[in-house]
């Protein structure tokens, strides 16, 4: 394991674990290359619970692949690297005066860094996770609390990011983060606009709700928007690699023994789950 500073963060690179990536024909599952990074408040949390870090990531990419199989085509999740943070205010959160995380400024300052940073561009998506509530300080007062936010047909834009609260040791994120991905993917809210005709309240994965009764299942109308857009020319990056190199590739089985360490289920929510801008 190497250990370096850079930018007030801790990278950590398991170049042990490390597996080749290869150019991806269009005749096997898609894959998206995840890069993720742990904000002061997630990497506290972590530590807080004792926790390996990137194992917790492992297992917690590996939990939203499984999610993923069910998509037309397929896709796959390399995470192709992961970062922990040392300050609070690291150059890639925007705060409100209130303390909260604020979602389209932080969307914002990810993009500025994600631009500016070689080993982040050799991905498809950054991913930051965080602890602090995230609100929505463009809405009416008082600003609305969100659990995550990821551009619309952002998932081969430049620097593609989602961002998406989790509490540390519970993957109370996984699900928003399917959420978010299926948005990146080319899906409304069911209920909204392409998706008018799949009730959000049957509560799929695309609902504005999250913890529904299908929460682990996509509706007809985000599978047919999500194959139609993961399909197309927009959606070029998921077929090659970016990155030449892997921590893991998923959902191919990680060792039973991580799974049960790390065997924690997240408490349901009503608040939104996500917004597509």
């Known amino acids: 394991m190497a250990l370096y500073y850079d930018a007030g963060m801790l990278i950590l690179y398991i170049w042990c674990w490390t597996i080749a990536v290869d150019a991806r024909p269009q005749s096997i599952p898609l894959a998206v290359e995840v890069y993720v990074i742990s904000d002061y408040s997630h990497t506290k949390g972590l530590q807080m619970l004792s926790l390996n870090p990137i194992e917790y990531v492992e297992t917690y990419m590996y939990k939203v692949s499984l999610d993923l199989k069910q998509l037309q085509p397929p896709v796959q999740v390399a995470l192709v ?12 959160i925007s705060f409100t005066k209130a303390g909260y995380l604020d979602a389209d400024g932080t969307v914002l300052k990810l993009r500025q860094y994600a631009g500016n940073s070689t080993s982040v561009q050799q991905s498809d998506l950054v991913i930051l996770l965080t602890e602090s509530r995230i609100v929505d300080v463009s809405a009416n007062v008082p600003a ?13 834009s430049t620097y593609s990011v989602a961002v998406v609260r989790d509490m540390a040791g519970w993957y109370s ?3 928003s ?8 993917f080319g899906s409304y809210h069911d209920g909204e606009n392409t998706s008018i005709i799949c009730p959000a309240e049957h509560g799929y994965i695309m609902s504005p709700k999250s913890h529904g009764e299908h929460s682990d299942q996509f509706s ?20 090659y690699a970016a990155s030449k190199t892997a921590i893991g590739v998923y959902p191919q089985r990680i060792p039973s023994s991580t799974l049960e360490k790390h065997r924690r289920h997240g408490k349901p929510s009503n608040h939104d789950v996500g917004k597509a801008f």
């Not at 983060?177 to 990146?184: D, N, P, Y």
């Not at 007809?220 to 077929?239: G, H, K, P």
Request: proline fraction near 4%; charged fraction near 15%.
């Open 220 to 239: 007809d109308c985000s599978q047919t928007a999500i194959s139609e857009y993961i399909s197309s020319e927009a959606a070029t990056c998921l077929r």
């Open 173 to 175: 994120g996984v699900h």
């Open 177 to 184: 983060t399917v959420h978010e991905m299926g948005h990146l």
């Open 144 to 156: 609305p609390e969100m659990l995550g936010i990821a551009p619309f047909e952002g998932i081969c």
């Open 81 to 92: 690297g992961y970062n922990t943070t040392s300050q609070e205010n690291a150059e890639y």
